[in-house]
Each structure stands twice: as structure tokens, then as C-alpha cells.
């Protein structure tokens, strides 16, 4: 059997159509990096530029029910946790990928440019870098929030008892007054007389009730400081 005769045109031809192909493989891929490149920075830009838009043209069909947030609830967890709910631009910690990625799969799935984002975070996240849980929303209108995406780590289990004095004025004033009443207990009885008596007691807690109001008022005004109220939607550090 003989065999048959390789033909060097036809090879290099074959040669040439296979390296067209590839190299159209090649431009193809990059065209599709460089367009998902492109989505990536549009979506940056909107996330830390401001907004005017009040809702986006989401279908509802399509979102996740328990995703949905109404401002009331939103609000109620940034005063029990003494966290903040401000425009993205504010934000001056870092977007992850994960978030700029579902952002674009949310886009791509309504057929819409998502503007307006919110984030729900520590006060500190608006001003440095840290490592607590932000949120990130999109809203719907009417007062309505659409959780896109959390990243970071959980916030501490006992923080919302930590900050419960700072949710108001009156929360404040009896933390002073128990923390008064335990000081006080502590100091020796007759310390200051030689008969104990209930009158020497009241006298040395309204004595602690003063000293530890004062500190905690010359901290509130020397600080900025303000209660949970008052800071969870506002953009100023000394709010």
C-alpha cells in the first residue's frame, strides 16, 4: 500500500486557517475581559460617586423576598447597634470583588444600571479602614432597601449592650446612676464619720452621681459624641 503524497500548499494553508482561528479565539476573550474590565469600573463609579436616584427599575419577580428592607427596619438596627446607613461615597473602606460581581449578575438578570447604593456600617467604616460587616443596598423606592451583599466579619455579640446607653439621653442617665450606686457601695462604711448612717451614703452617691456625670458630659462634648438617634443617617463625624 503506498501511501499517499503530503502536499506542502495544503498543509500550510491548514497551518495558517488554524492560527486565524486562534488568534480570533484570542481577540474574542480579550474583547470579553476588557468588557467585564469596563462593567467592573462603571460599577465602582457609581458605588463611591453620588446619586440622586431614589429607586431602581428592579423585577420584582425576580428578587429575593427576604432581601427586602423597609427604612423603619434599617433605622431600628442602626439605633440598637449604634451603626450608620449612608450613601456608598461615604464609604472609605474597600468594595470586594464578591459584591462588585453580584452587582453585576443583578444588572445582567433585570437589565438595568443599579445607582444610589447605601451601605450600613461602624461610624468608623466612613472615615478608615476596619474589619466589622458592612451592608451593601440598593434602593427600590417608597422607603424600600434591597440587600445586595455583606462581607466582612460579624459585629461583636455584645455590642448592641455595649452601646445600648448611647440610644438615649434617659438609657444614659441610668447607666450613671447604677454605675454611681455600685461605686458607692464600695467605699468602706464610716470612711467619712464615725457613725454610719443612710444620709452619709446618699450624700457620698450623689457625690460619685456628680463626678461621673461630669466626665461622661465633658467626654460627650469634648469627643462629638451624640446618641444613636441622632447619628444613624447623618454624613458629619461630629453629629
Known amino acids: 500500500m503506498l501511501l499517499k503524497r503530503t502536499n506542502i500548499e495544503e498543509r500550510l494553508r491548514q497551518l495558517s486557517l488554524k492560527q486565524v482561528n486562534q488568534n480570533s479565539l484570542l481577540d474574542e476573550v480579550y474583547q470579553l475581559l476588557h468588557e467585564e474590565d469596563l462593567k467592573d469600573q462603571r460599577i465602582e463609579?457609581?458605588?463611591?460617586?453620588?446619586?440622586?436616584?431614589?429607586?431602581?427599575?428592579?423585577?420584582?419577580?425576580l428578587l429575593q423576598t427576604e432581601n427586602i428592607y423597609h427604612i423603619e427596619q434599617i433605622k431600628n438596627i442602626c439605633i440598637d447597634y449604634r451603626l450608620r446607613f449612608l450613601d456608598a461615597k461615604y464609604f472609605k473602606g474597600v468594595i470586594p470583588q464578591s459584591a462588585v460581581s453580584k452587582i453585576k449578575q443583578l444588572e445582567k438578570d433585570h437589565?438595568?444600571?443599579?445607582?444610589?447604593?447605601?451601605?450600613?456600617?461602624?461610624?468608623?467604616?466612613?472615615?478608615?479602614?476596619?474589619?466589622?460587616?458592612?451592608?451593601?443596598?440598593?434602593?427600590?423606592?417608597?422607603?424600600?432597601?434591597?440587600?445586595?451583599?455583606?462581607?466582612?466579619?460579624?459585629?461583636?455579640?455584645?455590642r448592641k449592650l455595649l452601646v445600648w446607653p448611647f440610644k438615649s439621653i434617659g438609657n444614659l442617665i441610668l447607666l450613671v446612676l447604677l454605675v454611681s450606686y455600685v461605686t458607692t457601695l464600695m467605699i468602706p462604711s464610716g470612711l467619712f464619720s464615725k457613725t454610719a448612717a443612710s444620709s452619709e451614703f446618699w450624700i457620698i452617691f450623689f457625690f460619685m452621681f456628680k463626678c461621673i456625670a461630669s466626665v461622661v458630659i465633658f467626654y460627650g462634648f469634648a469627643l462629638g459624641k451624640n446618641f444613636n438617634p441622632a447619628i444613624w443617617n447623618s454624613k458629619y463625624f461630629n453629629a
Open 45 to 61: 463609579k457609581n458605588i463611591s460617586t453620588a446619586s440622586e436616584q431614589k429607586a431602581n427599575k428592579f423585577d420584582f419577580d
Open 111 to 158: 437589565g438595568i444600571e443599579i445607582k444610589g447604593f447605601k451601605i450600613m456600617a461602624p461610624s468608623r467604616l466612613f472615615k478608615l479602614q476596619d474589619k466589622d460587616d458592612p451592608l451593601l443596598f440598593a434602593p427600590l423606592g417608597n422607603g424600600y432597601f434591597y440587600l445586595i451583599h455583606k462581607w466582612g466579619n460579624d459585629l461583636h455579640p455584645l
